[in-house]
DNA sequence: GCGAGTTCCGTAAACGTTTACGACGCTATA
DNA sequence: TATAGCGTCGTAAACGTTTACGGAACTCGC
């Protein structure tokens, strides 16, 4: 329909001036350039991208894989939402597109993002929810696909990875519960292999050793991912014979349903027991009391893992110079009253 | 590097074959087809997908376009995830993909659809979050573009739509209350031009009609769509100087403020006003005294929404022979104790 | 006034597919 | 035996771009 031939001959010029001009190359004119510019603002002519990425081998849009059906983690809440919007905001700099690829519940992830990659419809890609072991990442190196992971991942390799900053979020957790004589620390923790339960756990254990305290592995809890998990979670530290006086989080939602177990067992958190929650989300503002946990801000956790990805493309990386990146992503303690309780007095 | 023409000369074949092979044409020989096939899942092959849809000017992919910053409705907890999860069910069934388009809340979302779709990457697409006149419908419309709106609109057309039943949420609402003995019901909607609210209203008015019972204007009241939103309409409620004994809310967040607004005023949900929530959400199913609201199944949702999509594209409409859809989706009634009050005893 | 350099533009190939068309060999029928 | 039909396959064009290459016109310095 409306193609570059078609603007081509209107102007009465060839279709390799055209795409120059369009193209911003040197070797045209300037006055012919305008009006090229000026007749496909007016033809409403935008390239046709199967042809250009054919031609080119480039596709000029980065896919960023998700778990659609409330995977493994994180995406509860709008936390994707916001990443996407600090992502998308770096590549519109380049003229690059963020696409979203959901892999549905009923696919396997690493067949997905196989089938996704090797098609070439996506000239790098974000994967995040990273499990321990995560064949997503030897497939993306050995497919030699730029990428970044939005986790760390126990399956190393030379790839640029950005994570938040577990250790020190369980660290500052421990610090801040000792302080208040908190001894029997409890950890609530995801039972799936997603690897920040391992990087937190780290943190964790430092810290208790830091502070002389022996490392007792029934406080580990493993529960779902979700709010029942939080329940359940409840359930076993009341079930407990040496009750735990505090428990953290590694997951968002289980707060929730931590809440909920307690006070139908007529306790109420930071009074006690001390709960220090996981990310802040939309609920963690409405909780009552006030849920200790910490922030993050999504946009710029978006920014940063897109300029992190450009860096690791060569087309960009002169422009973006900080190598392959290995960040940790602060968060930001958001005190409040579920930690409120001090022992020992 | 493996291209279908590495992959005919390793075989003796010539690429037209392979490619009819591939693509299970009648007119090759069964036992030459099960080679090529066996060929080409030990090389790894993978059409190149630009190759392919500059042929067939067809993508295989469709498009579904969100607004990545949190926007205007729908997308807290995983609404979107749970859509997405069925609308892929679907389109896997034939060899399609989803690819979820946000649109930064940088950029115009006209301007941002306008070029996802003139670049010819996506062979139909799905919008959400409707407004009341929503300039993508029309230029959806005029660009002859497949598409489906999540969300009716007041700017018509011979579009196909799925939305959900707010208007038989709201008459099930008004119904509920008033057999409660209410008749002072207020409603708490978002202040933006999503078309929701204004479906929802209708109802919300047909119903006091039916029961005879006069619309006060100042019983509407706009708020953000946001927990803050309901914050402040609790504050506006509590102001007002004939109290309304019973709200109705059309965004899901506002359950969360007002119930905060309600408590710190000393009042409690259920006992004191009576509240009928929206969608139920995973904090909806926290909130004490819990939450009447309605459920709606996303998965089931999505996988209605791509068959109707399907149904309005040309190579599938003989598959799905629905035709146009115009599809009002219900809601069930998860009832709760926050409107358990009764008026007049 | 002539060669060298520069500026600008047209030509055509190439990217990886799909598919219309025709060719070939074989079988069945008259 | 000739012919029509069928099954199978190769050839080549086409999709819409970009870009290497070469050529024409023009400028400049001598």
Same mark, same amino acid.
């Given at each position: 329909?409306? *193609?570059?031939?078609?603007?081509?001959?209107?102007?009465?010029?060839?279709?390799?001036?055209?795409?120059?001009?369009?193209?911003?190359?040197?070797?045209?004119?300037?006055?012919?350039?305008?009006?090229?510019?000026? =007749? =496909?603002?007016?033809? *409403?002519? +935008?390239?046709?991208?199967?042809?250009?990425?054919?031609?080119?081998?480039?596709?000029?849009? $980065?896919?960023?894989?998700?778990?659609?059906?409330?995977?493994?983690?994180?995406?509860?809440?709008?936390?994707?939402?916001?990443?996407?919007?600090?992502? #998308?905001?770096?590549?519109?700099?380049?003229?690059?597109?963020?696409? +979203?690829? @959901?892999?549905?519940?009923?696919?396997?992830?690493?067949?997905?993002?196989? /089938?996704?990659?090797? %098609? %070439?419809?996506?000239?790098?890609?974000?994967?995040?929810?990273?499990?321990?072991?995560?064949?997503?990442?030897? !497939?993306?190196?050995?497919?030699?696909?730029?990428?970044?992971?939005?986790?760390?991942?126990?399956?190393?390799?030379?790839?640029?990875?950005?994570?938040?900053?577990?250790?020190?979020?369980?660290?500052?957790?421990?610090?801040?519960?000792?302080?208040?004589?908190?001894?029997?620390?409890?950890?609530?923790?995801?039972?799936?292999?997603?690897?920040?339960?391992?990087?937190?756990?780290?943190?964790?254990?430092?810290?208790?050793? %830091?502070?002389?305290? =022996?490392?007792?592995?029934?406080?580990?809890? /493993?529960?779902?991912?979700?709010?029942?998990?939080?329940? #359940?979670?409840?359930?076993?530290?009341?079930?407990?014979?040496?009750? &735990?006086?505090?428990?953290? !989080?590694?997951?968002?939602?289980?707060?929730? *349903?931590?809440?909920?177990?307690?006070?139908?067992?007529?306790?109420?958190?930071?009074?006690?027991?001390? $709960?220090? *929650?996981?990310?802040?989300?939309?609920?963690?503002?409405?909780?009552? &009391?006030?849920?200790?946990?910490?922030?993050?801000?999504?946009?710029?956790?978006?920014?940063?893992?897109?300029?992190? !990805?450009?860096?690791?493309? @060569?087309?960009?990386?002169?422009?973006? &110079? #900080?190598?392959?990146?290995? %960040?940790?992503?602060?968060?930001?303690?958001?005190?409040?009253?579920?930690?409120?309780?001090?022992?020992?007095?």
């Amino acid at each position: 329909m409306k *193609g570059i031939k078609q603007l081509a001959e209107q102007l009465n010029i060839s279709i390799g001036t055209v795409s120059r001009a369009l193209n911003g190359r040197p070797d045209v004119n300037e006055e012919t350039r305008k009006r090229v510019l000026e =007749a =496909a603002a007016e033809f *409403g002519y +935008v390239p046709n991208q199967s042809g250009r990425s054919l031609r080119q081998g480039t596709t000029n849009a $980065i896919g960023f894989m998700i778990e659609s059906g409330g995977g493994i983690a994180g995406n509860s809440d709008n936390f994707f939402f916001g990443v996407f919007d600090g992502v #998308q905001n770096v590549l519109s700099r380049h003229h690059l597109d963020l696409v +979203v690829l @959901p892999c549905s519940t009923d696919e396997d992830p690493a067949a997905y993002l196989q /089938r996704m990659v090797t %098609r %070439r419809t996506v000239d790098a890609m974000i994967i995040s929810a990273t499990h321990r072991r995560d064949e997503r990442i030897e !497939l993306l190196n050995k497919a030699q696909i730029p990428f970044i992971a939005l986790g760390r991942s126990g399956t190393q390799g030379p790839h640029p990875w950005l994570d938040l900053d577990f250790e020190g979020v369980a660290n500052r957790c421990i610090d801040r519960l000792v302080a208040k004589g908190h001894r029997r620390i409890a950890v609530g923790a995801p039972s799936n292999d997603i690897n920040l339960s391992f990087v937190y756990l780290d943190g964790y254990m430092a810290a208790l050793k %830091r502070h002389g305290i =022996a490392f007792d592995p029934k406080l580990v809890l /493993r529960v779902a991912s979700s709010e029942q998990g939080g329940y #359940q979670l409840a359930h076993d530290l009341l079930a407990m014979e040496e009750r &735990p006086t505090a428990v953290v !989080l590694v997951y968002e939602l289980l707060a929730l *349903g931590l809440y909920r177990g307690l006070n139908e067992a007529g306790l109420v958190p930071g009074r006690d027991m001390a $709960i220090i *929650g996981f990310r802040e989300s939309l609920v963690a503002k409405f909780l009552s &009391p006030s849920l200790t946990c910490f922030r993050i801000s999504l946009r710029d956790l978006g920014i940063a893992l897109g300029e992190s !990805l450009l860096a690791a493309m @060569p087309p960009y990386a002169d422009i973006y &110079p #900080q190598g392959i990146v290995h %960040r940790v992503w602060p968060m930001e303690l958001v005190p409040g009253e579920s930690d409120a309780m001090v022992i020992g007095d």
